[in-house]
């Protein structure tokens, strides 16, 4: 019996540089501002802030990316599209790269302290961010 709902999502991760991942997936694990979400085919139509984080894109073939922050939609179709400052394959991720990041981003924030927020600041947040969701992409 046919319910009329997609069985597969089509996602699109994209950042500046172009298309990281094209494909279709069973489920779609997102990094959201409120909190980690689980997508299934037929879910409704949707848009989300994404935080920097671990992308897992299919539960069967499972693909894992690192994700620096951006938006995420779910048409009425069933696509989805990611679209992403930056993101990277976990097996393209250089661990040691990304450990010297967060430690010299850390170390620059620690400087802060107090001080009122400003944009250079959130740059370090995010800078940190991207290293974390690197490191974190690796320990899944």
Request: proline share 6%; net charge negative; hydrophobic share 45%.
């Amino acid at each position: 019996m046919a319910s009329g709902l997609p069985t597969i999502l089509g996602v699109n991760l994209v950042t500046p540089r172009g298309v990281v991942a094209h494909t279709d997936a069973d489920s779609v694990q997102a990094p959201g501002e409120l909190g980690e979400f689980e997508l299934l085919p037929g879910h409704v139509p949707m848009l989300t802030a994404l935080k920097p984080g671990v992308l897992t894109i299919g539960t069967k073939a499972r693909a894992r990316y690192a994700v620096s922050s951006g938006y995420l939609r779910v048409d009425p179709g069933g696509a989805v599209e990611i679209l992403v400052e930056q993101a990277i394959p976990t097996a393209e991720i250089d661990a040691d790269e990304a450990r010297k990041e967060l430690a010299a981003a850390e170390a620059e924030l620690a400087r802060w302290g107090d001080r009122p927020l400003d944009g250079e600041y959130v740059n370090m947040q995010q800078r940190a961010g991207w290293a974390r969701a690197r490191l974190d992409a690796l320990a899944q």
